[in-house]
């Protein structure tokens, strides 16, 4: 099965942003991807380098949103991954993953459980965490457990998407460095980031999927300097090998062929499932064990 | 805080292997390391290749092995982390890390949790699964997060090792290649155990130490060929970035110096622990969310 992440950059509005994701979709399509991944808030910029009330108005048109994905997903019977700005009602947004289906049906949505804040990344200012739990979502190319960004640091959200029977991982995600931090810590980070991913994979037995932002976007507010978005999108198989990595620059269509039977040949020698101490396993539901 | 893990090979009987790992405590405390990690089972061969009641003599010394490393820990004046088969009763029986004081007190001691049985690794036959939880150990140097071997593989048992306030985790191990098998399987099985052990330093924001065996064991029932353990003892800091790492073929005395305070740094900037969400991780508990 043929996937597609396609890694972009942020073109100074909306309109042309998603225009050119969109031609990127029909490319991928067109090359017979059946499944395609968008980056993180891939409408727009990354807002959330600075805590405004006005970006909520990006929320505004989430109900078109959805219409306007599922016909870009019918159109080029893909499989369609998401990832949108949810408005519930006013004063309460969620940053929600949303999963169409070849015929443009919504397939099911996730909204992201764990919710950032860190210098230029402000995103519990925007987003309330997720209520809708850790659910994978079934679709006509697979099982998927769709998770964002931030969740991609906890091997928890993995883990429990394995354990209700996802296929796959998928992050779509927005991350990147600071020009002001040296070499060193920027390789640091950018490594660290892809470890933690392929280690969920390995873990658990599944393919991982990362699909993030690239190209630089100054912080609108001017109180730091902006967000390099490092690209690096990447296909991971069930042991972790890297079967497609992007680079840190350009944008790109990033291919990749899933094979479910690899998943089972590696999960059955490698039965890490089989073996979990479950019984010895409450204190995961602790915060801290003072 | 200066720390060694000693790689060795089976010098072909109990004795002899003792002796050279004595040697090498002594050479690494005069290096001044204050801490000393030993390789899993680290007084005979790794006897799980095949299933045969007279390796559970082994395990009859179990109080004089306590004894033995006690007076080492104490000659040499460090904080020693031993690997050895415990004996509770006939038929009963633990693959038990031990670590003794800088004084030669038992600081305390952790049984394995997770069991594999893979082919060449029948460990289900010799080894009850640990019953003390997942404790870290109070030392001298620090609180340690004592895993061994097969639990590398969850990140459960270093999650709650970190909430349970290890300030380090410490893997003695026991793993190598089939040379039956291709190079590429070979590597992806190698950067696999390296990159589940980096993400647990990540997910967690603790170094990790892994102390592997190295050398060509063969199969002394002939079943199978024997493993040729690849070595590659590492200590990663708490990003997951290797500090020092050793070859897949020589004996190594491997050092590293840790650094409690870029513990602090790394938590406090990629503070993981904050945003848990703790009460969504029920399914963690389950055996699988049919």
């Known amino acids: 099965m043929k996937v597609a992440l396609v890694q972009k950059k942020y073109y100074g509005n909306t309109e042309t942003t998603i225009e050119k994701t969109v031609e990127d979709i029909k490319k991928a399509s067109l090359n017979g991807a059946e499944l395609i991944v968008l980056q993180e808030l891939h409408q727009n910029e990354y807002f959330c380098q600075s805590e405004d009330t006005k970006f909520f108005d990006y929320a505004g048109s989430w109900e078109e949103d959805i219409t306007f994905w599922s016909t870009v997903a019918k159109a080029n019977r893909v499989v369609l991954v998401t990832s949108l700005f949810e408005k519930r009602t006013a004063g309460l947004y969620h940053n929600t993953a949303v999963v169409f289906e070849k015929d443009g049906t919504v397939a ?29 979502i079934q679709t006509s190319v697979g099982k998927l457990g769709v998770l964002v960004c931030w ?34 810590e920027k390789q640091r980070q950018l490594d660290s980031w892809i470890t933690i991913q392929r280690s ?14 690239v190209g630089f976007e100054a912080d609108s507010a001017g109180v730091m300097h902006g967000i390099r978005f490092w690209g690096n999108s990447f296909v991971c ?39 979990r101490r479950i019984e010895a396993y409450g204190n995961l539901l602790k915060r801290y064990c003072d």
């Open 151 to 184: 969740d991609q640091w906890y091997p928890e959200a993995a883990r429990i998407m394995t354990l209700r029977g996802a296929e796959m991982l998928i992050y779509p995600t927005a991350i990147g460095w600071f020009d002001g931090d040296n070499e060193a």
């Open 108 to 136: 099911g949505k996730y909204r992201k459980m764990h919710i950032p804040d860190d210098p230029g990344f402000y995103e519990k200012f925007y987003f309330t965490p997720g209520d809708l739990g850790f659910e994978p």
């Open 237 to 275: 198989d069930p042991q972790g090998s890297l079967i497609a990595q992007a680079g840190s620059v350009d944008e790109t269509i990033l291919y990749a062929d899933i094979d479910h039977k690899r998943t089972k040949e590696v999960r059955d020698i490698w039965p890490f499932l089989r073996d």
């Open 200 to 213: 969920h994979a390995i873990a658990n037995g599944v393919p991982v999927l990362s699909c993030n932002r």
